[in-house]
């Protein structure tokens, strides 16, 4: 059976909890995520990533475990503060309403 | 530049970071040549690869993109957890791990050559190597 991509969203998610020690969170955006022309959104707040000053998701590619195009936008914990006072934005699309907020798995 | 701008943007970056790349490995071979030449076109070049790949979003804001001097290291930190290296690395976490650590060190080194980046805490650059002096 496929997997959904629910699921890949989830093992992509825990993937990245288990080699980037900065990760604080990572949120599965919901638009699209039953569309299958859409592809997984991750927004992930890293602590040791750099600042840019806005929020933009890098499409990539999809591969054997995970078959959907993945995009993936990366913002520091200030940022993450500045978009929950309304002062970033999210990319079009893109919202935390109703997002999966994916803890840290206890091994990672 | 005909069509659509931000594929049209994409494909002379690449282009573009190609031939910086090859400049690059030319002056590293080249005698007596300061490493500071070098240096500025490995940086151009992998600003320009970094662009060239962050366009491929179809709604990227092409002007923000091409712009900007950061994001290099950016995309090496997320394309190192794209699903395709994730694949790759099965079952080896605690090697994609140091691999992820290593290379957004060295991409951020490089990101740092642009004399806009950081000039507060890191004002040597590649392009103008006297701030300090040598």
């Known amino acids: 059976m496929p997997i959904s991509k629910r699921d890949a969203a989830r093992v992509l998610a825990d993937a990245h909890y288990r080699i980037e020690d900065g990760l604080e969170r990572v949120f599965i955006i919901p638009a699209g995520l039953e569309d299958p022309r859409e592809p997984i959104k991750l927004l992930e707040v890293n602590a040791n990533t750099i600042p840019t000053g806005s929020i933009e998701p890098i499409p990539f590619s999809a591969s054997r475990e995970i078959p959907f195009v993945t995009e993936i936008a990366e913002i520091s914990p200030e940022e993450f503060s500045k978009l929950e006072r309304g002062e970033l934005s999210l990319p079009p699309g893109w919202t935390l309403e109703g997002a999966d907020d994916v803890p840290r798995p206890r091994a990672a | ?134």
Not at chain 2, 43 to 51: I, S
Not at chain 2, 72 to 98: C, I
């Open chain 2, 1 to 134: 530049m005909t069509g659509d701008r931000r594929s049209q943007f994409a494909a002379a970056y690449f282009d573009q970071a190609w031939s910086d790349w090859q400049t690059y490995v030319y002056l590293t071979r080249a005698a007596g040549l300061p490493r500071c030449h070098s240096l500025h076109y490995l940086q151009m070049a992998c600003e320009k690869l970094g662009k060239a790949y962050r366009l491929r979003n179809g709604a990227a804001d092409v002007d923000a993109i091409v712009t900007r001097h950061a994001g290099f290291a950016q995309f090496v930190n997320e394309f190192l957890r794209s699903p395709s290296v994730v694949d790759d690395y099965a079952g080896q976490s605690a090697r994609h791990k140091a691999v992820c650590k290593t290379s957004f060190a060295l991409a951020r080194e490089i990101e740092k050559l642009a004399p806009a980046i950081d000039r507060m805490h890191s004002p040597e650059n590649a392009e103008y190597p006297w701030e300090r002096g040598n």
